[in-house]
């Protein structure tokens, strides 16, 4: 799995017990899930993963925090690139993602 060297490993809870954590893999999945759907958090179909809703919010919210989506894009982007699967040639940059600079300063 790509994403499993990025993702951080959780830190072990002083007290000890309660519940085990969540599978990443699992959360990871409803993630991608909420992303090709377009669900809400509502909509999301918790006990097809495994997980509760609050738990994949929350973990969402971490990682995000951390930055593990843009890591997550730039290892498939040197992936594909490593395996010749981009052509850079035909690659441009949109005005309206890109600030374009006064003067070209």
Known sequence: MVAQ???????????????RRADDRAVLAAIAYMVQA???????????????????????????RLGLWDQLHHELLHRLNVA?????SRAMIDSISVRALKRGI
């Open 84 to 88: 010749g699967g981009i052509d850079w």
């Open 38 to 64: 377009g669900c809400s958090w509502r909509k999301l179909p918790a006990a097809l993963f495994g997980v509760s809703r609050a738990t994949v919010h929350r973990r969402f919210t971490e990682w995000t």
């Open 5 to 19: 060297p990025l993702i951080p490993v959780a830190a072990k809870r002083p007290q000890g017990g309660g519940k």
